[in-house]
């Protein structure tokens, strides 16, 4: 079993920044991949970014590539996303989720993802 809770989001101006963390809890956080994902009203949950368990190996979404960065320590338990230029397009409810089944970062859909935090609001503003 995994717990996971999202902080960090909130109302932000276009090209501004925010940083979500991820707390886990539960199962060693450094046996497993971390994902982040979002959702926007009305449409479907994206992948975002992921991270392998030791934190080296690191995918995006197109949308975001050179603006976001996840990032994690296992000593803290936690994963993060650092996100710069934000747009308005980027408003969303942002969700951190655990791959308990690969080590590895790799995998985009949401069903490879076995636990899901509460999520995050993110809003930008034009």
């Known amino acids: 079993q995994v717990q996971l809770k999202e902080s960090g989001g909130g109302l932000v101006q276009a090209g501004g920044s925010l940083r979500l963390s991820c707390a886990a809890s539960g199962r060693t956080f450094s046996t497993y991949a971390m994902g982040w994902f979002r959702q926007a009203p009305g449409k479907e949950r994206e992948f975002v970014a992921n991270?392998?368990?030791?934190?080296?190996?690191?995918y995006y979404a197109d949308s975001v590539k050179g603006r976001f960065t996840i990032s994690r320590d296992n000593a803290k338990n936690t994963v993060y996303l650092q996100m710069n230029s934000l747009k308005p397009e980027d408003t969303a409810a942002y969700y951190c989720?655990?791959?308990?089944?690969?080590?590895?970062?790799?995998?985009?859909?949401?069903?490879?993802?076995?636990?899901w935090g509460q999520g995050t609001q993110v809003t930008v503003s034009s």
């Open positions: 989720a655990a791959d308990t089944r690969h080590y590895s970062a790799g995998y985009y859909y949401p069903n490879e993802y076995d636990y």
């Open positions: 991270i392998g368990w030791r934190g080296v190996t690191t």
